[in-house]
């Protein structure tokens, strides 16, 4: 009898470890999101152009840009999405104009990785208008691919994980700078990287206590790979540094439900204060307040960004004193730069770099061909 109840007991625990250990494999394994590149009329190459192009950073991964492909024109019409704004964080479309400024560096260099030559001239934005740039495109008979440029197309994502603190050498950061202007670079220990450190956490803080920003996050994070595959855009766990276990304990405690709640908040702080504490120094990207110079400040920090992927340099930007008052209004006085300060990198080495894991939409979402 005794020896019956052991044997039910053990099958019983048998099946819950089974159980708990399909639900973790479930919930752990990687989203397969598949990007569609099919577009009636366009050939593989530009396809895989455009794709490479949209692996861009961007403000919450909101992708909000809008293309017109005319084929016989050779030129690409980029505007934004003006439904893909985000309100709360960026009233100004501050960020909105660096991403698109993003999205249009990172087009050029996928041209460049397959040996088009690109001229981008910008829209008049002196009205209110939805059009940014026109990029021209043409190939050269001798065009040749290069597949180092495509590689780093491919490895450059957000890193969101705790960085080593080891010091970056010197002779990387001169390489690192070597002809971009406007950039600055502020190691670990110094007193403007713990100014933007504290500043950091204080502004971060500051908005997880706030409703609105709680449910403007809450619309772009991503809590199943289900939703991740469906909407190709946000943040899916993997982009926050989430994989396998980790990944499926936050899939399976957390949702669209409890993610504007005090403990989401608290924990998003905690990742904050691991990032911050964690990383060998920033680098800030200035440039001056107005829409062409967004756009400007946008397309440097994909740029250096590259630079950075070539140079095993880790990089998450760090927006939180830039959305709000007063960090906003001093950062730049505090700094003592000549320009006021559009992007703060975290930066550092890790193991393992990885790459981009690809959340982004079908071309066909947002690309008409003409
Ligand atoms: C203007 C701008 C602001 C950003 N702000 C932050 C930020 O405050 N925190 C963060 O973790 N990532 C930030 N990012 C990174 C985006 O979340 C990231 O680029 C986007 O989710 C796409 O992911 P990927 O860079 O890995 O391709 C920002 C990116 C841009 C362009």
């Keep these: 009898m005794i020896k019956r109840g052991i044997k039910a007991f ?23 999101v598949n990007t569609d590149t099919e577009l009636d009329g366009v050939s593989d190459e530009m396809s895989s152009i455009l794709y490479y192009g949209s692996l ?8 909000s840009w809008i293309v017109q492909l005319d084929l016989q024109a050779q030129n690409l019409l980029i505007s934004l999405d003006e439904d893909r704004t985000l309100e709360v964080v960026d009233p100004e479309c501050r960020e ?17 990785a397959y040996g088009y030559e690109t001229n981008i001239e910008y829209a008049d934005f002196s009205g209110m208008n939805s059009e940014i740039a026109t990029i ?8 040749i691919r290069n597949d180092q440029q495509i590689e780093t197309i491919e490895r450059r994502h957000t890193d969101k994980r705790a960085y080593k603190t080891e010091r970056i050498d010197s002779e990387v950061i001169t390489h690192l700078l070597d002809g971009m202007s406007g950039i600055y670079y502020y190691e670990a220990g110094t007193e403007n990287f713990e100014y933007l450190k504290t500043g950091t956490m204080e502004a971060i803080t500051e908005q997880s206590a ?15 790979n289900k939703e991740a595959e469906q909407k190709k855009d946000g943040i899916s766990a993997e982009m926050m540094g989430l994989n396998g276990i980790v990944k499926a304990l936050y899939y399976l405690t957390t949702n669209h439900k409890n993610a504007e709640g005090d403990t989401f908040a608290a924990q998003s702080i905690d990742t904050a204060k691991k990032q911050t504490d964690n990383c060998s120094a920033f680098f800030v990207i200035t440039g001056n307040d107005t829409i062409i110079d967004w756009i400007e400040a946008g397309r440097k920090t994909q740029a250096f960004w590259y630079r950075c992927v070539e140079n095993n340099i880790s990089i998450q930007p760090l927006s939180a004193m830039l959305e709000l008052a007063p960090y906003s209004g001093e950062i730049q006085n505090v700094l003592g730069v000549t320009e006021n300060v559009q992007m703060i990198l975290r930066a550092g080495y890790v193991d393992d770099y990885g ?16």
């Design 56 to 63: 861009a950073a961007n403000s919450h991964n909101s992708q």
């Design 210 to 224: 706030e409703m609105d920003y709680r449910a403007e996050l809450n619309q772009w994070l991503r809590f199943s």
């Design 355 to 370: 790459e981009n894991v690809g959340v982004r939409r079908d071309l066909k979402d947002y690309i008409t061909v003409i």
């Design 10 to 32: 053990g099958i019983v625990i048998a099946i819950i470890i089974l159980g708990g250990a399909v639900l973790l494999y479930l919930f752990g394994k990687p989203a397969n």
């Design 136 to 143: 021209s495109y043409c190939r050269p008979d001798n065009a």
């Design 96 to 112: 909105l104009y660096i991403s698109i400024g993003c999205y249009i560096e990172s087009l050029t260099y996928a041209f460049g």
